[in-house]
C-alpha cells in the first residue's frame, strides 16, 4: 500500500532534550510538508521541500530543522530551542511542488509531550 | 500574505440538522481543497474546486466556490453521528503556492 508513515505515534521527552520526528513516503512524490497544529489553530507550515536535497522555511520554523537527503524521508528535528513543542505534528507530500491542483497526501501523525 | 479565514470556529448540532461552514480569502484563490479530519486522525481530502461559481456535490455534502473565488462554504444535509471531525477549507492563491489552511471548523453531532 502507498503512503505516509510517521513513528512513533506518541512521544515524551524531557524538557531540554533534542527530539527527531521520522517521516517516510512510498508515494514518489517530490514535495514534502511539516505541519504543527494545536487546538484551535488549524495547520501551520514549520517547513517543506520541493525536491531532495531542497528544503525551505515555513511559517513557524524556529526552534525545529530538517534534512532530505532521500526522496522517501524527510525528518523533522524538534530542537530544545523550541519553546513550547507540545503539538501534534502532521508530515505530508505531494507530488510536485507549485501545482496547485494536487492535493496533500498526510501521514497519521506524532503527538509530542513535552515533560 | 494571503489569509484563509474559517467559520465557525465550533458548531455542536443534533443529529438530522444540516450544518454549514463557510471560508474567507483575503485574495482570489486559484482553487480551494476540503480536508476532513475524524478525532485523533489525520486530515483527509474531500474535494477541490476550481472553477468560478464550482458547485460539487457528494451525497450530503455540497460544496460551493464564490463567483469572485475569494469564498468558500461546505454544508451538511442531515448530519450524522459519521460526520464529526473537523473540516478544513485550503487554499492557493494566484501567486503563491504554498497552501494555506484555515483554522477548521469542529462539528459534533449528537443523537
Known amino acids: 500500500d502507498g503512503g505516509i508513515t510517521q513513528s512513533p505515534k506518541y512521544l515524551f521527552r524531557k524538557e531540554g532534550q533534542n527530539v527527531t520526528l521520522s517521516c517516510e513516503q512510498n508515494l514518489n512524490h517530490d514535495a514534502m510538508y511539516w505541519y504543527r497544529q494545536d487546538p484551535g489553530q488549524g495547520l501551520r507550515l514549520i517547513y517543506y521541500?520541493?525536491?531532495?536535497?531542497?528544503?525551505q522555511k515555513g511559517d513557524i520554523a524556529e526552534g525545529y530543522s530538517v534534512s532530505r537527503e532521500k526522496k522517501e524521508s524527510f525528518p523533522l528535528t524538534v530542537t530544545s530551542a523550541q519553546k513550547n513543542p507540545t503539538a501534534f505534528y502532521l508530515c505530508a507530500s505531494t507530488p510536485i511542488f507549485g501545482r496547485r491542483t494536487d492535493t496533500q497526501y498526510f501521514g497519521p501523525g506524532t503527538r509530542l509531550t513535552v515533560l | 500574505g494571503q489569509q484563509v479565514m474559517q467559520i465557525p470556529q465550533y458548531q455542536h448540532v443534533q443529529e438530522g440538522e444540516d450544518f454549514t461552514t463557510y471560508c474567507n480569502s483575503s485574495t482570489t484563490l486559484s482553487n480551494i481543497q476540503w480536508y476532513k479530519q475524524r478525532p485523533g486522525g489525520h486530515p483527509v481530502f474531500l474535494i477541490q474546486?476550481?472553477?468560478?461559481?464550482e458547485v460539487k456535490k457528494q451525497k450530503r455534502l455540497t460544496f460551493q466556490f464564490g463567483e469572485a473565488k475569494k469564498n468558500s462554504s461546505l454544508h451538511i444535509t442531515a448530519t450524522q453521528t459519521t460526520d464529526v471531525g473537523t473540516y478544513f477549507c485550503a487554499g492557493n492563491s494566484n501567486s503563491g503556492y504554498a497552501l494555506n489552511f484555515g483554522k477548521g471548523t469542529s462539528l459534533l453531532v449528537t443523537p
Open positions: 474546486l476550481v472553477k468560478s461559481g
Open positions: 521541500s520541493q525536491i531532495v536535497n531542497d528544503f
